[in-house]
């Protein structure tokens, strides 16, 4: 059994309600924070059950959709548990794969926690390749923190 079927972080996924509820505009504004101050393409919270990436918010645009956890950058994010920075999706193991890698490239996601489990991630997209920095890191789990925050 891997991290994303793990049913203590299912349970807790579950407990958050997330999937079941409205969620307040603050988070939309976090997705657009991190986009911006990061200097990147597009900002996205994510979360992800057992089978599906659920994208709760989006900037620049909202579109509520949901995506075959196979088809995501942000399961990195969870079955590591940590913050993951992928330079380029080309020419990464996994990634490389997906359906969006022409046209994101740069990925960096940190993981959002609610009672102690990674639900999903705040992560950030570029359109070309991108050499994260330390403080790209430092400054996404900072803002990962703030929406664990508004979970609450």
């Given at each position: 059994?891997?991290?994303?079927?793990?049913?203590?972080?299912?349970?807790?996924?579950?407990?958050?309600?997330?999937?079941?509820?409205?969620?307040?505009?603050?988070?939309?504004?976090?997705?657009?924070?991190?986009?911006?101050?990061?200097?990147?393409?597009?900002?996205?919270?994510?979360?992800?059950?057992?089978?599906?990436?659920?994208?709760?918010?989006?900037?620049?645009?909202?579109?509520?959709?949901?995506?075959?956890?196979?088809?995501?950058?942000?399961?990195?994010?969870?079955?590591?548990?940590?913050?993951?920075?992928?330079?380029?999706?080309?020419?990464?193991?996994?990634l490389c794969r997906?359906?969006?890698?022409?046209?994101?490239?740069?990925?960096?996601?940190?993981?959002?926690?609610?009672?102690?489990?990674?639900?999903?991630?705040?992560?950030?997209?570029?359109?070309?390749?991108?050499?994260?920095?330390?403080?790209?890191?430092?400054?996404?789990?900072?803002?990962?923190?703030?929406?664990?925050?508004?979970?609450?």
């Amino acid at each position: 059994m891997g991290r994303l079927d793990d049913p203590c972080r299912l349970a807790a996924l579950e407990r958050s309600g997330l999937l079941f509820r409205p969620l307040p505009d603050r988070l939309d504004r976090l997705a657009e924070q991190a986009a911006v101050q990061l200097g990147a393409d597009a900002g996205l919270l994510n979360v992800l059950d057992a089978e599906s990436q659920h994208h709760l918010a989006q900037w620049p645009e909202r579109t509520a959709t949901v995506t075959p956890v196979e088809q995501t950058g942000c399961q990195l994010v969870i079955t590591a548990e940590r913050t993951v920075a992928v330079p380029d999706a080309l020419t990464h193991p996994v990634l490389c794969r997906l359906p969006w890698v022409e046209t994101w490239r740069g990925y960096l996601g940190a993981p959002v926690l609610y009672d102690a489990q990674v639900l999903g991630s705040l992560c950030v997209l570029s359109r070309e390749p991108r050499a994260w920095t330390n403080y790209d890191a430092l400054s996404l789990r900072a803002l990962a923190r703030l929406v664990g925050q508004a979970l609450d």
